[in-house]
Each structure stands twice: as structure tokens, then as C-alpha cells.
């Protein structure tokens, strides 16, 4: 499999389980592969926290 730099926000909606299924199952191939995650994005996921859905009314 190719290499891949993974990005915040790539991983942040992976987390969430916003992507479709093929994208999903994408992801858990880019993941188990060696994934290359940058050491800002490793910064900023330890910031991230999953956010609750929106009330709504």
C-alpha cells in the first residue's frame, strides 16, 4: 500500500465516524498500514475531544 500523511481533520472525522463506509474502510487500511501522522497533528490530537451532537429543536 501507498504511504499516507494523515491530517487532523482526516483523522478527527475518523474518530467521529463521519466518513462513509468506503471511507471508513479506507482509513482502516491507511491506519494499520504504517500510518504517517505529522508531530503538529500529534500536537493537535491531544487536544481533540469528541463534541456532543447538537440539540436540536
Known sequence: MAQYLIDTSSVSDYLSASFSATGTQFMDAVIDA???ISIITQIEL???K???PPNKM
Open 34 to 36: 504504517i500510518p504517517n
Open 46 to 48: 491531544l487536544c481533540w
Open 50 to 52: 469528541k463534541m456532543p
